[in-house]
Nanobody, 114 residues
Framework: QVQLVESGGGLVQPGGSLRLSCAAS????????MGWYRQAPGKQRELVAT???????NYADSVKGRFTISRDNAENTVYLQMNSLKPEDTAVYYC????????WGQGTQVTVSS
């Protein structure tokens, strides 16, 4: 069974930082494209960032310059460093892994509020 387990969410003030982690198991992690998506209440899921097996990253315009995605293949973990957080970043953040199939984690809540 493939499992993606997110952690690191929580409450943070505007302008603050948070780092999300996603630990993968049951997948050939080094060959997978990994990504972070988010869904706010009443809105559709949207792409935040992806990172290929070679380390090439792509970001949504809304987070470009503020968020950084990275991966540690030795630890089967993908990260999302979030800086300069805004209230509009509030959402459930989901980890995604894609190789032969696409897999999703259960999500971790990020709330940005003063």
């Amino acid at each position: 069974q493939v499992q993606l387990v997110e952690s690191g969410g929580g409450l943070v003030q505007p302008g603050g930082s948070l780092r999300l982690s996603c630990a993968a198991s049951g997948i050939i992690f080094r060959l997978a494209t990994m990504g972070w998506y988010r869904q706010a209440p009443g809105k559709q899921r949207e792409l935040v960032a992806t990172i290929s097996s070679s380390g090439s990253a792509n970001y949504a315009d809304s987070v470009k310059g503020r968020f950084t995605i990275s991966r540690d293949n030795a630890e089967n973990t993908v990260y999302l460093q979030m800086n300069s957080l805004k209230p509009e970043d509030t959402a459930v953040y989901y980890c995604n892994g894609r190789w032969v199939y696409s897999y999703w984690g259960q999500g971790t809540q990020v709330t940005v509020s003063s």
